[in-house]
């Protein structure tokens, strides 16, 4: 399909603001002349009658005056013109012009001019019919199938079929159920008026049934005369289209059979003789008129679609061939041969637009010049090319294009953490106990190179950790100025946080010539806290429930060297037992062996394992980089705590079925307590005292009740809250030990952690251990899948709060395992490939289901002793081995 305009031909503007419509236009050989040539009629509301034979010395010229054939004013606003055989005695054609009260039949003929102002045409008064009903439409044809003549039926506008044979009046029909008039047409083939009725329905009436049924200037007989007649006015058939109709057509071409078409407000039908539907295509457009014209080839036939959106469009059957576009939207369009030029297209608008154009586009005289061959010089060539490239590399640091510098940062943001604790401290409202908490400055300073505006600082650290002040607005920077703020940072919980380390992001505008607001950038920057801050030198513990080994490849360090807030300096200078204390009270030791490369961290809690452990591991390798060490490295051999990950995974899962159970309990009461409060009121509003048989009683009951459970929440809240800090603090350390496990690289434990620790915040809508399920089970089915069958199942979209953390649990073990036996974390494309796992030694791999319903093999029981129970106890599944990860 392409789009073009329609080449003008001729066109011309009709009057003065007069309006027309879809049925002021026809195009026929009015005069009767025999050459084939049609000549335009055109009708307007106003009574002007133009007769019009183009005939334009070039395309595209206007209308000349001897263009103009006819121009008569007949007084009555002009509703439809039809050319036919309408006068009797005579097969010449006849123009019938329908008025409001009217119906008139000229003839049209035209005398040889003797004078330079050419052939003269007039028109002469065959007859008239004057009408008892104001007409809305009419049609023509051999009713009943007479030969060599047309009749001509009005549809009035209240629902009256009025025909006329020629001069005389033949008899009128009132269509039943008729509300509203709607188009009407003729078909010869079956010989019936087809109309759309007021209830969107396109109905047909033969003519034989209209002739033979009861006069409508005898509708008050009585009810008995009409039942005993048998001449009730029946519909041959019906079609409901749902929408009203805007035209209709009928057409009968050599190559196609006889089809009537409906245009409706947004579809378009095609239908067959009786009623059913050959096809039908929904219009993007609202259209304004249409027109069947040929059949190109068999079987199908073509229409043009005029819209208001100035376009017309050509369908074969319901095929868009070709699209142009129209100077106005047509009301009427017509196809006819003038001037020896067949298929001109003939289109009218509202406000007397008419138009003669064809399709098509103007051939192109252009012809490009010849090139001159000329010898290539590559020297000027390559010149040229670095000249190209330098103006290309200006216009691109100039436009706004990220990055628009080439390496420079707009703004340089960096934090400094104060060596020394406050001297007052900023600490209020902790809740640690007896203990002192301290607090630590931390200076953020922002330089910028160019002026910035709309600079926002955010600070965040993590809870229980709290900041003096975490938000900070500066309006306008100039160049190469220089931005300092701080604030204090202590401990408010009872507890440890998973992290101390904190973010500052700034967000700010790069105002540009091009955008004066600015673009819109972001930068952060990293600090660390010290671990003093939450930590106080403790007492060493011999014994603990908790213990940690980790593995180093280089000869043991001090205690006191790597941590010298800590401990007392002895006289040797080797200290390797050092204790630790929280804020909140919890215990750890941490031990360095002195004949072995190894380290042990113990402690009562397992979450407070984390941070002495990760603290210990930085703190080795910033000790080796300065002594200029590179291949420093450390691992773990032991078995991964799994069960003790697990305990606190059911506490914290433990606390969000309590806080779920206690939210529906406490809306309940709250239902309770209106409904109490009602009752009491109608009561009270009641002018006849009525005794409140223990109302109050049970309002206050309830009332304590409702206090009670909202208490409760907000406990269970504030545990929960805990309880998820602790948790993320053991996934920390869960994730270290696996990394150091199987050293793995950052890039694998970056994806363990965005699976192990997706949310910031806990809440009831969405959980942690969902989440996490639903990130393990998608790496177990890609990149940690043993088969392409894994990778086919499907997961479960929504994530809702699960039953139990079985599954979850399940779905931990089996990822530990995988990357036991060789297992690779990646997200890359190929992830989804199924990959050989083989353990170091040439370990054959271990099933699924032994996994999963048999006891463990001893490879995986020695790395797993603490969780072993876990696996024995499941119960072996019946429909696949995978049940657990697609559940």
């Given at each position: 399909m392409s789009l073009f305009k329609a080449r003008d031909w001729w066109s011309t503007v009709l009057g003065d603001k007069e309006e027309f419509d879809q049925g002021c236009l026809c195009l026929a050989d009015v005069d009767n002349t025999g050459n084939g040539q049609d000549k335009i009629i055109v009708g307007s509301f106003m009574g002007y009658l133009r007769i019009f034979?183009?005939?334009?010395?070039?395309?595209?010229?206007?209308?000349?005056?001897?263009?103009?054939?006819?121009?008569?004013?007949?007084?009555?606003?002009?509703?439809?013109v039809e050319v036919g055989k309408f006068v009797s005695g005579t097969e010449m054609l006849h123009l019938a012009v329908l008025h409001s009260r009217k119906l008139c039949v000229y003839s049209v003929s035209g005398t040889l001019g003797?004078?330079?102002?050419?052939?003269?045409y007039q028109i002469k008064l065959m007859y008239e019919h004057n009408l008892q009903r104001t007409a809305c439409n009419m049609t023509y044809g051999s009713f009943g199938g007479v030969k060599g003549r047309d009749l001509i039926c009005i549809q009035s506008v209240d629902?009256?079929?009025?025909?006329f044979e020629q001069e005389s009046y033949a008899f009128g029909r009132f269509l039943p159920g008729s509300l509203l008039p709607g188009p009407l047409a003729y078909s010869s083939r079956t010989d019936s008026f087809i109309t759309v009725s007021s209830c969107h329905q396109v109905e047909s009436y033969k003519y034989q049934v209209l002739a033979f049924a009861t006069d409508a200037d005898k509708r008050q007989e009585t009810e008995q005369q009409k039942h005993g007649s048998g001449k009730r006015l029946v519909v041959d058939w019906t079609l409901n289209i749902g929408e009203q109709a805007v035209d209709i057509c009928i057409v009968s071409f050599i190559q196609s059979a006889s089809s009537v078409f409906v245009l409706g407000e947004r579809n378009f039908f095609c239908l067959k003789d009786n009623g059913q539907i050959q096809f039908m295509k929904?219009?993007?457009?609202?259209?304004?008129?249409?027109?069947?014209?040929?059949?190109?080839?068999?079987?199908?036939?073509?229409?043009?679609?005029?819209?208001h959106n100035n376009m017309l469009h050509i369908y074969q059957d319901v095929t868009l061939k070709w699209a142009t576009q129209l100077p106005h939207v047509p009301v009427a369009v017509r196809v006819g041969c003038l001037h020896d030029l067949k298929g001109v297209i003939v289109t009218l608008s509202d406000d007397g637009h008419l138009q003669c154009?064809?399709?098509?586009?103007?051939?192109?005289?252009?012809q490009a010049p010849k090139v001159e061959s000329r010898e290539l010089n590559y020297d000027e060539l390559d010149m040229e090319l670095k000249e190209l490239q330098k103006v290309i590399k200006n216009v691109n640091k100039s436009q706004d294009v990220w990055p628009l510098t080439e390496r420079?940062?707009?703004?340089?943001?960096?934090?400094?953490?104060s060596p020394n604790f406050d001297s007052v401290s900023q600490a209020t409202d902790v809740e640690v106990g007896a203990d002192l908490v301290p607090s630590v400055t931390v200076k953020v300073t922002l330089k910028n190179r160019v002026a910035l505006q709309k600079i926002k600082l955010s600070i965040c650290v993590q809870p229980p950790l709290v900041i003096t002040g975490d938000q900070f607005t500066f309006e306008f920077m100039a160049p190469e100025m220089t931005r300092t703020v701080g604030f204090s940072v202590y401990l408010k919980g009872s507890y440890s946080p998973p992290e101390l380390e904190g973010n500052a992001v700034v967000s700010y505008s790069r105002p540009t010539e091009r955008n004066p607001d600015g673009i819109p950038r972001v930068s952060q920057c990293k600090f660390r806290l010290p671990l003093k801050l939450v930590c106080?030198?403790?007492?060493?513990?011999?014994?603990?429930?908790?213990k940690l080994t980790i593995d180093t490849n280089k000869s043991p360090v001090s205690l006191l060297s790597l941590f010298p807030g800590f401990a007392k300096q002895s006289e040797d200078d080797q200290v390797n037992v050092m204790g630790f204390r929280f804020l909140g009270g919890s215990q750890v030791t941490l031990l360095a062996s002195k004949t072995s490369q190894r380290y042990r961290i113990q402690s009562e809690q397992f979450e407070d394992l984390w941070l002495i452990t990760n603290e210990l591991i930085i703190r080795l390798q910033e000790y080796f980089e300065k002594q200029g060490i590179?291949?420093?490295?450390?691992?773990f051999s032991g078995s991964v705590p799994l069960e003790e990950y697990f305990e606190l995974i059911d506490h914290h899962f433990e606390l969000r079925i309590n806080g779920e159970k206690l939210e529906e309990l406490l809306s309940e009461r709250a239902v309770q307590f209106r409904a109490i409060q009602r009752r009491l009121l109608t009561r009270f509003k009641d002018k006849t005292p009525a005794p409140l048989q223990h109302l109050d009683t049970l309002l206050d009951g309830t009332y304590k009740q409702v206090i009670a459970l909202a208490d409760a929440v907000e406990e269970n809240q504030d545990n929960l809250f805990q309880s998820f800090t602790r948790l993320k603090s053991a996934t920390h350390l869960v994730i270290l030990l696996i990394g150091l496990w199987q050293k793995l690289s950052a890039d694998q434990i970056a994806i363990l952690e965005a699976a192990f620790l997706p949310l910031q915040q806990d809440t009831q809508e969405l959980g942690w251990e969902e989440t996490v399920d639903a990130a393990l089970s998608h790496l177990l089915k890609t990149c940690l899948s043993k088969s392409s069958k894994e990778q086919a199942l499907n997961l479960n979209s929504q994530l809702g709060i699960p039953k139990d953390t079985s599954q979850l649990k399940k779905h931990i073990t089996l990822l530990c395992d995988r990357l036991a036996k060789g297992g690779r974390l990646c997200l890359s494309t190929d992830a989804a490939a199924p990959q050989t796992m083989v353990m170091p030694g040439g370990c054959a791999t271990i099933p699924e289901s032994d996994l999963e319903g048999r006891s463990i093999d001893q490879d995986s029981s020695e790395l797993f002793t603490n969780h072993k129970h876990l696996m024995v106890e499941t119960p072996v599944p019946e429909v696949s081995p995978l049940q657990g990860v697609t559940e």
């Open positions: 034979n183009p005939h334009p010395v070039k395309t595209g010229d206007g209308a000349q005056a001897e263009d103009l054939l006819l121009e008569v004013h007949l007084r009555d606003p002009i509703l439809q003797n004078v330079e102002h050419g052939n003269q629902g009256m079929l009025m025909v929904k219009l993007d457009y609202s259209p304004s008129c249409f027109l069947p014209y040929c059949s190109v080839s068999e079987g199908t036939i073509n229409t043009l679609i005029g819209n154009s064809y399709l098509g586009t103007d051939p192109s005289l252009f420079e940062d707009d703004l340089k943001v960096s934090a400094m953490v106080l030198p403790g007492q060493p513990s011999k014994t603990a429930s908790h590179k291949d420093f490295t450390c691992s």
